[in-house]
Nanobody, 117 residues
Framework: QVQLVESGGALVQPGGSLRLSCVAS????????MQWFRQAPGKERELVAD????????KYPDSVKGRFIISRDNAKKTVYLQMNSLKPEDTGIYYC??????????WGQGTQVTVSS
């Protein structure tokens, strides 16, 4: 049974930091590109970080570049998202996604991040 379980979401003040985790099971984690998305209320889901199979290549949109860091531990089947200098516009539900191929992908259930004073 495929599972992606996110954790680490919380209420944090602007300028603060959070580290999200996503633990995978039921598929070959080390052969999957891993991604983090977020969805703010009333907005479309957007990609915020992408990491290659071995973690050697990472990609970010300009909105989070320099503040977010994606990493992975294939032995633990876990992908992380370190979020620094958080802004209110970073508020949303954060989801991890595993990309196995062009036609096979898996999503987690999401974890809520709220940035507010």
């Amino acid at each position: 049974q495929v599972q992606l379980v996110e954790s680490g979401g919380a209420l944090v003040q602007p300028g603060g930091s959070l580290r999200l985790s996503c633990v995978a099971s039921g598929f070959t984690f080390s052969s999957s590109v891993m991604q983090w998305f977020r969805q703010a209320p009333g907005k479309e889901r957007e990609l915020v970080a992408d990491i290659s199979y071995q973690g050697t290549v990472t990609k970010y949109p300009d909105s989070v570049k320099g503040r977010f860091i994606i990493s992975r531990d294939n032995a633990k089947k876990t992908v992380y998202l370190q979020m620094n200098s958080l802004k209110p516009e970073d508020t949303g539900i954060y989801y991890c996604k595993a990309v196995r191929s062009t036609t096979v992908e898996y999503w987690g259930q999401g974890t809520q991040v709220t940035v507010s004073s």
